[in-house]
Structure formats: structure tokens, C-alpha cells
């Protein structure tokens, strides 16, 4: 076979692949009544296929027809993608009623910036339904995933999310895991989730830092079943009532974040839960009832932040339940608000090997230290009438001092002995 006739066969079978994809895209083409889908395919059984289309920027007005019947075709469609579509910026309210049947939806890479109120209502055996990477879309409005009666998986990754508004899932009841990772979330409003009572998974942050700056009383208000919540790396002070009325939680994992300060009442409300993990958060101002009505709360782990004060009036309320509370690696000051603790010893609590204040403490472990030597027992009068507080520091320095030169003493004594002896018998 010559070159020639290598290149003529090659020509032909491509026209002929070209014309057999035109044919069959023509003959599975969507109703030619839904004119908004015309660049779409319906080829595959059960599926309305808009991905790469150039042309679609919104959702036929109705999937009904008085003088046609579309019912054998809407009440067939089970899965329905709208991927890699730069021309779809609006979901409308009720875009998708008629499909009763669809289970799996996707808008993913899209032009979307904005879901209107009950976007996805009617839709009866919704099981997954997939949001993603729409670099436009930064806000949950109020309604935008509402009565969606069953669907289980709702996911989220990866858009431009920044607030998630009141009510955003409001009547949408049966959601088992709800992703919202990798988005710049910066605001959760009050009653944001309300409504998702079943949600068991609830992934908020995975990168190592969460950008969150705000969250509201009752954010998370109405999870019912959630026992687990993982909100490490956010950059917020936790607010009253801000994980209020979980009824079910158990762990809270908010570590390795940028709290700086617990307000009262933060956990009221979560009389179940047992684990907090508030590590290395970078904490230095607990309010006095912030852990009020943590009654059943068993570890609450605090290494590494910036606690000054081991104040009675916060922590002895939960020694009705706790095991542990880790205030290790904390700058904690052996003042006086140790006393309480000093009367006890409880091995419940870990503190850091040594005190960082007052002035002439820093040589201490909080551990050894006995109630006598705290500063309000370490009065002096000296010669100007003024009160001053013993440097027991200092003390122990001269001690060793006195100490090592006793011992050095005594061991040049037993040299000078010895050698009395040798001489004396030599």
C-alpha cells in the first residue's frame, strides 16, 4: 500500500467516525422542544448530559408542555450533568421541578454565582447532589438548599464560599454528609445549618488553616445526631452560644486555629459533649462560665496556648467529670490563683514543668510547689515600710551556693586527712 493510499484510508475513517458521531448525537438528541438544551446530549440512558456545552446559560422555563407529552422523557431522567459550562451563572427557583426522578445531579466548574430560594425543591429521590469548583459562587442565601426532602450527600468542595446566610438548608432533613471544604469560609450566621438534623459528617475545613473569622450564636443549631465537628486552623474567638444546643456532640476539635478568647456560655447547651480539643490555639483569655453546662465533658485539652491563670472560678466546675485538662506548655504564673489547686493536687491536671512568674518563681514547677510559698504568704517589710515578695529563686541559688561550697569543704578536709596519715606513717 502506497503512502498515498495510507493517508486517503486514514481520511476516510475519520470522515466516517466524524459522520457515525453526528448521526448518533442527532438521533439521541434531548427533546428538540427543550431548544435550551440543544447543545446538550441525551444519549446515555437516563442522563441529560450539558458538559462542555458552549451555549446553554439557563434551564428550559418548564419541563412540561400542554400540547406535547414529556412525560415518558422527564420521568426517566436520572442523572443530570452540567460540567465544564461557563455560560451557567443562575440557578432559579424550582429549575429542576418536573424531574421527579432525578438522583444525582452535578454543577461542577460552571459560571454559577447565584442559587436562588429553593433551587431544588420538588425533587423527591435527590440522592447526591454535587456543587463544585464555581469559582463564582461566594454566598449560601437563605433557602438556597432547602426542602430537599431526601437527599443524602450534599457536597460543596472547592468554590468561593464565603458566608453561609441563615436558613441556607432549611426543611432539608435527611443529610448524611455535608462537605464544605476548601472553600475561604469566613462567616457561619446564626441558624446557618438549621434544619439538618441527621447530618452525622459535617467537614467545614481540610486545609491545614481555616479561614473562618465569625461564628454566630446558634450556628450550628438543630444537629441532632452530629457527634463529631473538626474545625482546626480557624482564625476566631468563640462567641456565646456559637456551638450551642448540639445535643449529640461528643468531640470538638478546634486545634491548631487562632481563638485567642473562650466567651461564657460557648458550649451551653452541649450536655453530652466529651472531648474539646483547643490546642495550640493560641488562647489567653478564658471567660469565667465558658464551659458552663459541660457537665458530661471528660478531656479538654489546652496544651500550647497562652493561659496565664489556672483561676478556680473556670476550671473546678468540671471536676465532677473530667479525667484530664492538659495545660501543659502554657506560660502559667504560680500567683495566688493556684491556691485552690495547690489544696487538691489532682493528678487530673497536667501543668507545664515550670512557672514563667511572678519574678523570682521562674526556677519552680507548679507541680512542687507548696501553698506556703506562693506570694501572698511570701510578705517581707523591708527597710522603707514596703511590701515586697521573697525571691525564693534567689534563695534556692544561695542554697545550692552554701550547699556546693559545704561539700567542697568537706571533701578538702577528708583530702588534708588523708594525707596527715600517709605522712605521719611514712
Same mark, same amino acid.
Given at each position: 500500500m502506497t503512502q498515498y493510499q495510507i493517508l486517503f484510508f486514514i481520511l476516510l475513517t475519520s470522515n466516517y467516525i466524524v459522520r457515525l458521531q453526528s448521526d448518533q448525537r442527532n438521533t439521541n438528541n434531548c427533546p428538540h422542544l427543550f431548544k435550551t438544551l440543544s447543545d446538550c446530549t441525551c444519549a446515555r440512558p437516563n442522563t441529560i448530559d450539558c458538559s462542555y456545552s458552549t451555549t446553554i446559560s439557563h434551564l428550559p422555563r418548564s419541563w412540561y408542555s400542554t400540547t406535547h407529552n414529556l412525560t415518558e422523557f422527564t420521568q426517566s431522567i436520572l442523572r443530570f450533568d452540567l460540567v465544564y459550562t461557563p455560560s451557567i451563572s443562575l440557578i432559579k427557583t424550582d429549575d429542576?421541578?418536573?424531574? *421527579? %426522578?432525578?438522583?444525582?445531579?452535578? #454543577?461542577?466548574?460552571? @459560571? $454559577?454565582?447565584? #442559587?436562588?430560594?429553593h433551587a431544588f425543591r420538588h425533587l423527591p429521590y435527590l440522592y447526591e447532589l454535587r456543587i463544585e469548583e464555581n469559582q463564582n459562587l461566594t454566598e449560601l442565601n437563605p433557602f438556597s438548599f432547602s426542602d430537599i426532602e431526601y437527599i443524602r450527600r450534599i457536597s460543596l468542595i472547592s468554590n468561593s464560599?464565603?458566608?453561609?446566610?441563615?436558613?441556607?438548608?432549611?426543611?432539608t432533613h435527611?443529610?448524611? &454528609? $455535608?462537605?464544605?471544604? %476548601?472553600n475561604p469560609l469566613e462567616v457561619i450566621h446564626s441558624y446557618a445549618f438549621f434544619g439538618l438534623k441527621s447530618v452525622g459528617t459535617l467537614i467545614l475545613c481540610s486545609l491545614p488553616t481555616c479561614p473562618i473569622k465569625q461564628i454566630d450564636a446558634f450556628a450550628f443549631f438543630g444537629f441532632h445526631t452530629c457527634d463529631t465537628i473538626?474545625?482546626? @486552623?480557624?482564625?476566631?474567638? $468563640?462567641?456565646?452560644?456559637?456551638? =450551642?444546643h448540639m445535643t449529640s456532640i461528643r468531640l470538638?476539635?478546634?486545634?491548631? @486555629?487562632? &481563638?485567642?478568647? &473562650?466567651?461564657?456560655?460557648?458550649?451551653? @447547651?452541649?450536655?453530652?459533649? =466529651?472531648?474539646?480539643?483547643?490546642?495550640?490555639?493560641? #488562647?489567653?483569655n478564658i471567660d469565667t462560665n465558658a464551659f458552663d453546662q459541660t457537665n458530661n465533658i471528660s478531656l479538654l485539652n489546652l496544651n500550647g496556648n497562652l493561659i496565664r491563670l489556672f483561676e478556680k472560678s473556670i476550671f473546678q466546675r468540671l471536676m465532677n467529670s473530667i479525667k484530664q485538662i492538659n495545660l501543659d506548655n %502554657?506560660?502559667? *504564673?504560680?500567683?495566688?490563683?493556684?491556691?485552690?489547686?495547690?489544696? *487538691?493536687?489532682s493528678p487530673?491536671?497536667?501543668?507545664?514543668?515550670?512557672?514563667?512568674?511572678? &519574678?523570682?518563681?521562674?526556677?519552680? =514547677?507548679? %507541680?512542687?510547689?507548696q501553698q506556703s510559698q506562693l506570694p501572698c504568704y511570701q510578705i517581707n517589710d523591708d527597710n522603707n515600710n514596703q511590701t515586697t515578695t521573697k525571691n525564693l529563686c534567689e534563695k534556692r541559688v544561695k542554697g545550692? #551556693?552554701?550547699a556546693e561550697s559545704s561539700a567542697y569543704l568537706y571533701s578538702l578536709n577528708t583530702f588534708l586527712f588523708i594525707l596527715i596519715i600517709i605522712m605521719f606513717y611514712v
Amino acid at each position: 500500500m502506497t503512502q498515498y493510499q495510507i493517508l486517503f484510508f486514514i481520511l476516510l475513517t475519520s470522515n466516517y467516525i466524524v459522520r457515525l458521531q453526528s448521526d448518533q448525537r442527532n438521533t439521541n438528541n434531548c427533546p428538540h422542544l427543550f431548544k435550551t438544551l440543544s447543545d446538550c446530549t441525551c444519549a446515555r440512558p437516563n442522563t441529560i448530559d450539558c458538559s462542555y456545552s458552549t451555549t446553554i446559560s439557563h434551564l428550559p422555563r418548564s419541563w412540561y408542555s400542554t400540547t406535547h407529552n414529556l412525560t415518558e422523557f422527564t420521568q426517566s431522567i436520572l442523572r443530570f450533568d452540567l460540567v465544564y459550562t461557563p455560560s451557567i451563572s443562575l440557578i432559579k427557583t424550582d429549575d429542576f421541578q418536573g424531574l *421527579q %426522578n432525578l438522583r444525582y445531579l452535578s #454543577i461542577v466548574n460552571t @459560571g $454559577l454565582n447565584r #442559587i436562588q430560594p429553593h433551587a431544588f425543591r420538588h425533587l423527591p429521590y435527590l440522592y447526591e447532589l454535587r456543587i463544585e469548583e464555581n469559582q463564582n459562587l461566594t454566598e449560601l442565601n437563605p433557602f438556597s438548599f432547602s426542602d430537599i426532602e431526601y437527599i443524602r450527600r450534599i457536597s460543596l468542595i472547592s468554590n468561593s464560599i464565603r458566608v453561609i446566610h441563615t436558613e441556607a438548608f432549611r426543611y432539608t432533613h435527611f443529610v448524611d &454528609i $455535608l462537605d464544605l471544604s %476548601n472553600n475561604p469560609l469566613e462567616v457561619i450566621h446564626s441558624y446557618a445549618f438549621f434544619g439538618l438534623k441527621s447530618v452525622g459528617t459535617l467537614i467545614l475545613c481540610s486545609l491545614p488553616t481555616c479561614p473562618i473569622k465569625q461564628i454566630d450564636a446558634f450556628a450550628f443549631f438543630g444537629f441532632h445526631t452530629c457527634d463529631t465537628i473538626l474545625l482546626t @486552623g480557624i482564625h476566631t474567638s $468563640l462567641r456565646s452560644l456559637s456551638f =450551642s444546643h448540639m445535643t449529640s456532640i461528643r468531640l470538638v476539635n478546634l486545634s491548631h @486555629g487562632e &481563638i485567642s478568647r &473562650i466567651h461564657s456560655f460557648a458550649f451551653q @447547651g452541649c450536655e453530652h459533649i =466529651s472531648e474539646i480539643d483547643l490546642s495550640s490555639s493560641l #488562647i489567653s483569655n478564658i471567660d469565667t462560665n465558658a464551659f458552663d453546662q459541660t457537665n458530661n465533658i471528660s478531656l479538654l485539652n489546652l496544651n500550647g496556648n497562652l493561659i496565664r491563670l489556672f483561676e478556680k472560678s473556670i476550671f473546678q466546675r468540671l471536676m465532677n467529670s473530667i479525667k484530664q485538662i492538659n495545660l501543659d506548655n %502554657n506560660p502559667i *504564673q504560680c500567683d495566688c490563683t493556684l491556691e485552690w489547686y495547690l489544696e *487538691q493536687r489532682s493528678p487530673r491536671f497536667k501543668l507545664p514543668d515550670v512557672c514563667t512568674g511572678p &519574678i523570682g518563681y521562674e526556677c519552680l =514547677s507548679p %507541680n512542687e510547689l507548696q501553698q506556703s510559698q506562693l506570694p501572698c504568704y511570701q510578705i517581707n517589710d523591708d527597710n522603707n515600710n514596703q511590701t515586697t515578695t521573697k525571691n525564693l529563686c534567689e534563695k534556692r541559688v544561695k542554697g545550692i #551556693i552554701v550547699a556546693e561550697s559545704s561539700a567542697y569543704l568537706y571533701s578538702l578536709n577528708t583530702f588534708l586527712f588523708i594525707l596527715i596519715i600517709i605522712m605521719f606513717y611514712v
